[in-house]
């Protein structure tokens, strides 16, 4: 343990030896920082991701120069299926300690394979839009989207849990248990995955009770006296036990029972050999890698395809007639085409976000809105590490730069706003980094962003 304030190793004594510091205070509080990350690794070796995470963050509450705690939620961001919080992390890890930081080797492998990278951030998006389908009551649109995310991204734990949420809703409660199970052999206390197991559970046993008909209950009635305390219980000096403690234990081992069996039927893969699981493992990696395959040669003839889907829209367009929502939803379409072929993305983007999917009168119509989606909104990710590891490199004008196009394309995160604010500052643009300031404090006041900002901008001078 070292000085806070002048780096020196620290003795047993309450002061630094050095500078004279009191350290009482601050020893117990490096103290309780690294016993709450022994707690969060504890639990992630138990793959107990849900308990990790707060247990992590209370953590670096205590002490945000802890770079072990800090990378192993990164670590657990990233197993959960959250890329942009782990790398968020991970850039944190790497502005405190720069040197010899694994950090940067986790960085480098997400961004060394851009095809990996891109269809993970495909996958984000398509989720929030299956989302947002789900709440307007598209079930059927969400569900098609989410079998392709699941399929893909097997750890995509917030994709699963809505899957078998849809599922729970159509009644196939035998696929929502499945992908319940695939989600708790993931993060074993996910509180959405448990609450949902719980419930088909409950489905289960009321399914079997009202199966069973009045005359087995009544079988059962007749059986209680016999089954109960007569049989069971030896004739002692306790003429009349007590009913109430037999019947917790009952109740009891009706729950024991229960457990054990929701037990085998959501982990049959407990019951598999070791090299069967290997097998397994091997398989879903070989189909992850070929999901993100990008064909080069389709990226080339992007914008000539794109000019011929637009041309037969135009011709379908001139098919329809009157002001109908389809002919609006076509024109819209056609006006966001048109912008991408100029390469004026941020119009395109904009003509897409007033587009309803639903409305569009055909099929091609709709393959051309996801194909237009897909290439406008891709880049938030990669613009948001570029810029950041410009900020690093102390070059704030491109820094500026790629985060002004990231935060264009998803502003819905801390992390962009808030190192846009801080390129700015740094080229002494106050005027500029306001508007990103004021958003940093309006939608994130209690973020730990906020208060970093905050003590950057008082120890600058007046």
Known sequence: MRCYKCNNVLSDNDY???????????????????????????????????????????????????????????????????????????????????????????????KSNPNRLEAINQAAKKYNLALEKAKEGGDDVALIQLKKIVANHPKFIRAHNLLALLYMKKGDDEKALKLVGKVLKIDRSNTVA???????????????????????????????????????????????????VFTVVYILLGIIIGVALVWFLVVPAKLQSAQHENNEVIKGYSEQLAGYSIDITKLENDKTRLE???????????????????????????????????????????????????????????????????NCNGGAASYYIDGVNAYNKKNYTDAAAYLEKAFRLDGTTVETPYYLAMSYLELNDAEKAQPYIDIIHNNFGDSEYAAQLDEYIAALPQ
């Open 16 to 110: 630094c030896l050095k500078c004279g510091a009191d350290v009482s205070a601050y020893k117990l509080v490096v103290r309780a920082s690294n016993s709450y990350y022994n707690m969060g690794l504890a639990r992630v070796k138990v793959r107990d991701l849900s308990g990790a995470i707060p247990a992590l963050r209370t953590s670096l509450e205590l002490n945000k120069n802890n770079i072990k705690a800090r990378n192993l939620l990164g670590l657990v961001y990233y197993e959960m299926g959250e890329v942009a919080r782990a790398i968020s992390e991970w850039v944190l890890s790497i502005n405190y300690k720069p040197e010899r930081n694994i950090a940067e080797s986790y960085i480098h492998k997400v």
């Open 194 to 244: 448990l609450k949902y197991l719980d419930e088909l559970t409950h489905a289960s046993v009321q399914a079997v009770s009202a199966d069973n008909g009045d005359a087995d209950k009544g079988r059962r009635k007749s059986r209680e006296p016999v089954s109960g305390n007569d049989v069971i219980l030896p004739k002692t000096s306790y003429k009349e036990p007590s009913s109430g």
């Open 308 to 374: 011929n889907q637009l041309e037969a829209a135009n011709t379908e367009l001139a098919a329809l007639k009157g002001d109908s929502s389809e002919a609006v939803m076509y024109a819209k379409l056609i006006d966001a085409v048109s912008a991408y072929i100029d390469e004026d993305f941020d119009a395109a983007v904009r003509a897409l976000a007033q587009i309803d999917v639903t409305q569009l009168p055909s099929d091609k119509a709709k393959d051309l809105y996801t194909t237009m989606e897909e």
